[in-house]
């Protein structure tokens, strides 16, 4: 059975930093992309960043780019989101997500909330 | 940047009637490479992740009621609820997976009338 588990949210004042983790297992972790996606407070979903299978060439949206760096160890099974500089409409419950699997495969989230 | 937009915003259809949520994208998303389009269909409701209802457009998940049906190619795309059930009620979306950034339509809220 294939699992996404998140870990590592909680709450940060503005300006900064968390790590969220996603612990990936029941499929071959290191043969497929992997995403990031958020969903803020009674609001709709957007796509935050995208890495490779082997961690190369991470994408990333452009509210976030220079702040949040996507990584993985594929020895692991494990994926990041680094989230620097942290603003309070970064505010979100933050999935990880794999569309290469046929079905998307998504977690059950991790709740982010920036505020002082 | 794929802009998918679906219609309506929200919709109150009878408990059995059915009811049918629209997704239009501003270029085709089908892959010539296997001829799928890369559309998914979620269900949201409240306090949970976004469950995948549909992929391919048209492939229903595993476990899925065969009440829920995707349609559709290229541009314009359909999720048909042929007879609502109480348990229907919630949050709709769709979403491109053909290239980042990945785009999410706005939502469906589905109730009853």
């Known amino acids: 059975e294939v699992q996404l588990v998140e870990s590592g949210g909680g709450l940060v004042q503005p300006g900064g930093s968390l790590r969220v983790s996603c612990a990936a297992s029941?499929?071959?972790?290191?043969?497929?992309?992997m995403h990031w996606v958020r969903q803020t407070p009674g609001k709709g979903l957007v796509w935050v960043s995208r890495?490779?299978?082997?961690?190369?060439?991470?994408v990333y949206a452009d509210f976030v780019k220079g702040r949040f760096t996507i990584s993985r160890d594929n020895a692991k099974n494990t994926l990041y989101l680094q989230m620097n500089s942290l603003k309070v409409e970064d505010t979100a419950v933050y999935y990880c997500?794999?569309?290469?699997?046929?079905?998307?495969?998504w977690g059950q989230g991790a709740l982010v909330s920036v505020s002082s | 940047d794929i802009v998918m937009t679906q219609s309506p915003d929200s919709l109150a259809v009878s408990l059995g009637e059915r009811a049918t949520i629209n997704c239009k994208s501003s270029?085709?998303?089908?892959?010539?490479?296997?001829?799928?389009?890369?559309l998914t269909w979620y269900q949201q409701k409240p306090g949970q992740p976004p469950k995948v209802l549909i992929y391919?457009?048209?492939t229903r998940e595993s476990g899925v009621p065969d009440r829920f049906t995707g349609s559709g190619s290229g541009t314009d795309f359909t999720l048909t609820i042929s007879s609502l059930q109480a348990e229907d009620v919630a949050v709709y979306y769709c979403?491109?997976?053909?290239?980042?950034?990945?785009?999410f339509g706005q939502g469906t809220r589905l109730e009853i009338k």
């Open positions: 029941g499929f071959t972790f290191s043969a497929y992309y």
């Open positions: 997500v794999c569309y290469g699997l046929g079905s998307p495969a």
């Open positions: 979403q491109q997976y053909y290239t980042t950034p990945l785009t």
């Open positions: 391919w457009a048209s």
């Open positions: 890495i490779n299978s082997d961690g190369s060439n991470p």
């Open positions: 270029q085709s998303v089908l892959y010539s490479s296997n001829n799928k389009n890369s």
